[in-house]
Antibody, heavy 120, light 111 residues
């Protein structure tokens, strides 16, 4: 069974940094692209970032480009999101999600999410 | 970049059927989409992949009451014999090389 467990969410001040982690299990992690998707309180889903199965390609939403970095450790089945220069509008539940393949297609599994609060 | 448009809400009676719509922007009518369900207080759940031909593939454990269809730029999610547990937000998703987009979501209320 596919399992994605996020961690690292916390209260951080504007301008601060945070690293989110996602532990994957139940599938061959190195065969799949992975995404981060966020949801602000009471709002819809918003795409954040994608990394290819090998880590060789990364993509970002314009709203986080230059501030966030996605990475992965295929040896340990881990996905990361390094977040910097945080703004109040970055406050959201962040979901780790699996792509349906090694290339880019739809999201077929979601984690339970981790809450990032940005406030002074 | 594709844009997905969804109605904001729908209210339907228990036991009846509902057809939710996700509309692709001009120039993107052939795109495949995915439907996701988010029950209150829970993470999203993948429901199905839906092609422009109307072919769809459901995720593991998705009830037979859920089906998909397509017409032009419109992608539909039909839920029959509505249950209280179907009360949720429903999102469509699509992607291209450098982007992934979600529709604004439809809030489904079961009366």
């Amino acid at each position: 069974e596919v399992h994605l467990v996020e961690s690292g969410g916390d209260l951080v001040q504007p301008g601060g940094s945070l690293r989110l982690s996602c532990a994957a299990s139940g599938f061959t992690f190195s065969n799949y692209g992975m995404h981060w998707v966020r949801q602000a309180p009471g709002k819809g889903l918003e795409y954040v970032s994608t990394i290819s199965s090998t880590g060789g390609s990364t993509y970002y939403a314009n709203s986080v480009k230059g501030r966030f970095t996605i990475s992965r450790d295929n040896s340990n089945n881990m996905l990361y999101l390094q977040m910097g220069s945080l703004r109040t509008e970055d406050m959201a539940v962040y979901y780790c999600a699996r792509d349906c393949s090694s290339a880019i297609c739809y999201t077929d599994y979601w984690g339970q999410g981790t809450l990032v609060t940005v406030s002074s | 970049q594709p844009v997905l448009t969804q109605s904001s809400s729908a209210s339907v009676s228990l036991g009846s059927s509902v057809k939710l719509t996700c509309t692709l922007s001009s120039g993107h009518r052939s795109y495949i989409i995915a439907w996701h369900q988010q029950q209150p207080g829970k993470a999203p759940r993948y429901l199905m992949k839906l092609e422009d031909s109307g072919n769809y593939n459901k995720g593991s454990g998705v009830p037979d009451r859920f089906s998909g269809s397509s017409s032009g730029a419109d992608r539909y999610l039909t839920i029959s014999n509505l249950q209280f547990e179907d009360e949720a937000d429903y999102y469509c998703e699509t992607w291209d090389t450098n982007n992934r987009v979600f529709g604004g979501g439809t809030k489904l209320t079961v009366l």
